[in-house]
Nanobody, 115 residues
Framework: QVQLVESGGGLVQAGGSLRLSCAAS????????MRWFRQAPGKEREFVASIGWSGATYSTDSVKGRFTISRDNAKATVYLQMNSLKPEDTAVYYC?????????WGQGTQVTVSS
């Protein structure tokens, strides 16, 4: 069982930055692939970025060059550094862990970007 707790969301002006954190419980964090998703009002949840247990990263085209995913296995935490934020980045951001133990979701954190 893995529990995920996101933090770091908030209100920011366009062009600003935020760093989201996702703290995981459990001793097997380093075996999980970690991902960030987001869901805007009236839209389906969409993939944002991922970082594998090996450290390999991938992100969706709309955030490339602006968002960076990273992980600290010693702290069992994954981060999403978001720069040059745009109003269309407004959404609830969810942390996801996927591995041999199953798949888990956090409760989400709201990010609002004003124009």
């Amino acid at each position: 069982q893995v529990q995920l707790v996101e933090s770091g969301g908030g209100l920011v002006q366009a062009g600003g930055s935020l760093r989201l954190s996702c703290a995981a419980s459990g001793r097997t964090f380093n075996t999980y692939d970690m991902r960030w998703f987001r869901q805007a009002p009236g839209k389906e949840r969409e993939f944002v970025a991922s970082i594998g247990w090996s450290g390999a990263t991938y992100s969706t085209d709309s955030v490339k060059g602006r968002f960076t995913i990273s992980r600290d296995n010693a702290k069992a935490t994954v981060y999403l550094q978001m720069n040059s934020l745009k109003p269309e980045d407004t959404a609830v951001y969810y942390c996801n862990a996927r591995g041999v133990g199953g798949e888990y979701w956090g409760q989400g954190t709201q990010v609002t970007v004003s124009s």
